[in-house]
């Protein structure tokens, strides 16, 4: 067994040292040594058994978190289809029967969320969302789009009740929203253009099937259905129930359910009256004598336009003297 010339003795000249250094790349401790010494070669390949193992380990990580978000993808799918199929289900059913419409909702929802998802995840967006200036970009733009469409729900609320629409403040939240959509809605272009891609996807699957035996673009099939399922829906619900003419019946209905309030104590009007408090010091009511009930968001949305909103409302004093001196 060869015992390391340098384990206990210093090199003293230039050739003693650069033996000194071969034999730390080239020598390993021996078993035999009381206390073994590891040189520079056992250090090295240490760090390069660590190196592997962090490696390795990083990439079974990275293919974990891989499957987890296909998996995910894949529920959102699965829950939208199961949806729109519960949907056209036994018309037997009384539960079915009484929440259709909000199936059908749940079932857009989880359309929304998987094409959503699909575009976050392409390379495309992946790249051009690192820029800031992107960033930056989008903020400014959706700012704008906000305060633009709280400034026309502020209009819309004002043509239907002759009154400024701070008086009516979650209804014009809910407009807001409403139009924040029907003004967003060209960028549904872009779902338009992704689809497109996936069809070419499609048909080149179609056209070299026979050559090989991969198996169908799942992805793109999805994509391209749940695609076709919000741009129909957005077209429809944009121009049959949010149209121009569809808008103010949505607000008046909105302001009845969430605004106006049928408990007061004005001495001076009636009882059974929808009247909403005007000004900073609330001494002014408008009030309207219809009675609008609202069930669900189906009634909501499509029972609107048998609505008749009224040519005027009163816009009358609060008169509280008299309750309080009873």
Same mark, same amino acid.
């Given at each position: 067994?060869?015992?390391?010339?340098?384990?206990?003795?210093?090199?003293?000249?230039?050739?003693?040292?650069?033996?000194?250094?071969?034999?730390?790349?080239?020598?390993?401790?021996?078993?035999?040594?009381?206390?073994?010494?590891?040189?520079?070669?056992?250090?090295?390949?240490?760090?390069?058994?660590?190196?592997?193992?962090?490696?390795?380990?990083?990439?079974?990580?990275?293919?974990?978190?891989?499957? @987890?978000?296909?998996? %995910? *993808?894949?529920? +959102? #799918? $699965?829950?939208?289809?199961?949806? &729109?199929? =519960?949907?056209?289900?036994?018309?037997?059913?009384?539960?079915?029967?009484?929440?259709?419409?909000?199936?059908?909702?749940?079932?857009?929802?989880?359309?929304?969320?998987?094409?959503?998802?699909?575009?976050?995840?392409?390379?495309?967006?992946?790249?051009?969302?690192?820029?800031?200036?992107?960033?930056?970009?989008?903020?400014?733009?959706?700012?704008?789009?906000?305060?633009?469409?709280?400034?026309?729900?502020?209009?819309?609320?004002?043509?239907?009740?002759?009154?400024?629409?701070?008086?009516?403040?979650?209804?014009?939240?809910?407009?807001?929203?409403?139009?924040?959509?029907?003004?967003? @809605?060209?960028?549904? %272009? *872009?779902?338009? +253009? #992704? $689809?497109?891609?996936?069809?070419? &996807?499609? =048909?080149?699957?179609?056209?070299?099937?026979?050559?090989?035996?991969?198996?169908?673009?799942?992805?793109?099939?999805?994509?391209?259905?749940?695609?076709?399922?919000?741009?129909?829906?957005?077209?429809?619900?944009?121009?049959?129930?949010?149209?121009?003419?569809?808008?103010?019946?949505?607000?008046?209905?909105?302001?009845?359910?969430?605004?106006?309030?049928?408990?007061?104590?004005?001495?001076?009007?009636?009882?059974?009256?929808?009247?909403?408090?005007?000004?900073?010091?609330?001494?002014?009511?408008?009030?309207?004598?219809?009675?609008?009930?609202?069930?669900?968001?189906?009634?909501?949305?499509?029972?609107?336009?048998? *609505?008749?909103?009224?040519?005027?409302?009163?816009?009358?004093?609060?008169?509280?003297?008299?309750?309080?001196?009873?």
């Amino acid at each position: 067994m060869n015992k390391r010339k340098y384990k206990d003795k210093k090199p003293e000249n230039t050739t003693e040292r650069i033996e000194a250094i071969y034999e730390e790349f080239v020598e390993s401790p021996q078993k035999g040594d009381y206390k073994p010494v590891e040189t520079l070669k056992d250090f090295v390949s240490s760090l390069l058994t660590h190196v592997k193992s962090v490696e390795r380990n990083k990439g079974y990580e990275k293919k974990t978190n891989e499957l @987890s978000q296909k998996a %995910t *993808v894949w529920a +959102l #799918f $699965a829950l939208s289809v199961l949806a &729109f199929l =519960f949907s056209i289900g036994n018309r037997n059913w009384d539960w079915l029967n009484n929440h259709r419409f909000a199936v059908i909702l749940c079932g857009v929802a989880f359309a929304v969320m998987y094409v959503g998802v699909c575009l976050e995840r392409s390379l495309f967006f992946k790249h051009l969302w690192k820029f800031g200036f992107i960033k930056v970009f989008t903020s400014i733009l959706l700012s704008a789009l906000v305060v633009f469409s709280t400034g026309k729900a502020s209009s819309v609320i004002n043509s239907v009740f002759g009154i400024d629409a701070s008086a009516f403040p979650y209804t014009r939240a809910y407009v807001t929203g409403i139009l924040v959509f029907k003004y967003a @809605s060209p960028l549904l %272009t *872009v779902v338009v +253009l #992704f $689809a497109t891609v996936h069809v070419v &996807f499609i =048909f080149i699957w179609v056209k070299s099937k026979g050559n090989d035996y991969e198996l169908p673009p799942f992805d793109s099939i999805a994509f391209l259905l749940l695609s076709l399922i919000i741009l129909c829906t957005s077209w429809y619900i944009l121009n049959r129930y949010f149209s121009d003419k569809e808008l103010p019946n949505k607000v008046y209905i909105l302001a009845h359910s969430i605004d106006f309030n049928s408990k007061y104590r004005c001495a001076n009007i009636s009882t059974g009256m929808n009247v909403i408090f005007v000004g900073p010091d609330q001494l002014r009511v408008l009030v309207d004598v219809n009675k609008i009930e609202i069930d669900d968001i189906e009634s909501f949305l499509k029972d609107s336009s048998q *609505v008749n909103i009224p040519e005027k409302f009163y816009l009358l004093p609060c008169d509280t003297a008299t309750n309080n001196a009873n």
